[in-house]
């Protein structure tokens, strides 16, 4: 599994640059409607889908590589580009504020944040600063997969460009492949080469073992995956799991305890699950597991299920799963646009 093509990520900067002073506005919803008139309607997405998200109306975002971002109301497929004001046509992150704003991540070719607020498209301008902070409505982005150990931190009025300190085992420039907010309100950032850190406003502190520092394919993967499961424990995506722990409660130095997971759990049905792009949890506390190319592994905590996700009866090379609002479960794809699971198997998302 080659995954080194998935060094690369970028998205949008807009029409109007800023300081990074910026009002909470909440949405207009006529602003909306206005602006989505200009672009262009289209009747289907482009092949290269690469992030999904659902926003509190429930409207999806399909942020591409090559074709920019769509907007889709269950009726109208919306799609915008470079023509219609994006500085470029591939989009890496979305997300969004407590008062209905959208933010749009660019990786390339600089690092870029855009904020949509119903009606203009605003660049962040980032701030150096070493104002760690953690609060419930901060906004958090990813650099780029540069080596440069950066990560930015938005507070609703200023962007903060941030360095995250070198654990001290491996002192090595790193990039920031995820970032992931848990129930107790920690940050996680998950790393390349360097393992995962917890950030919990206070400190900083590193789980360094040698399933999240050393990977196959020359290190292509790196930590792009973080989630809890129904127990609390986390995964990465490797083939261990680990509890982790507010305090030092072990007899060890270490917060966390390592376990062998789904990569060991049953040798005939994950022999082709070694190494995963994305995982979600689904309303069930079902894990989906999604590979580059040997489809969607679900796991109940018990049992492990395969599906296979193919095109012309051959397996397409997969990017990320996400679960919408409604817990329907989605994914994105390299070359083959969005599916959508239908209780089933995975089809074709066709609007």
Sequence with gaps: ??????????????????????????????????????????????????????????IYWFG???????????????????????????IDEIQQ????????????????????DGNTFTTLAPVSSNNWQLKSTDLWFRHT?????????YNG????????????????????????????GNIWFGTNPVGVCRYDGKSFEWITEEDVTEFRNE????????TEDKNGDFWFNTENRYSVYDSITLKSSKFYTRHESI???????????????SIAKDNNNNLWFVTYRSGVWKYD???????????????????????DNNGDLWLGTHENGAYKFNGNSFEKFKP
Excluded at 161 to 173: G, T, Y
Aim: proline share 4%; net charge positive.
């Design 157 to 184: 009025t200023t962007l903060y460009e941030l360095q995250l300190p070198k654990p001290p085992s491996l002192p090595n420039p790193f990039g920031i492949y995820s970032i992931y907010k848990d129930k107790k």
């Design 219 to 226: 290190g292509a993967n790196g930590i792009r995956s973080i």
């Design 64 to 90: 591409s590589w090559e074709t920019g971002v769509y907007r889709y109301d269950d009726k109208t497929l919306i799609n915008y580009t470079t023509k219609h004001g994006l500085p470029n046509n591939r």
């Design 301 to 323: 905590g018990t049992e492990i299920s395969h599906y296979t996700v193919q095109a012309n009866s051959k397996d397409i090379t997969l990017f990320c799963i996400y679960k």
């Design 263 to 277: 990569g060991s759990l049953d040798g005939k049905n994950t022999s082709g699950l070694k190494e995963y792009l």
């Design 145 to 153: 997969f540069d080596f440069e150990n950066n990560v930015y931190r």
């Design 97 to 116: 504020d407590e008062y209905g704003n959208i933010y749009f991540t660019s990786f390339y070719p600089k690092p870029t944040i855009v904020k949509f």
């Design 1 to 58: 599994m080659k995954l080194t093509t998935l060094l690369f990520f970028n998205i949008l900067s807009l029409l109007t640059s800023c300081n990074g002073q910026t009002s909470n506005s909440k949405i207009n919803t006529d602003n909306f409607k206005e602006l989505f008139i200009n672009g262009d309607t289209v009747k289907e997405l482009g092949s290269s889908i690469m992030v999904i998200y659902q926003d509190k109306k429930n």
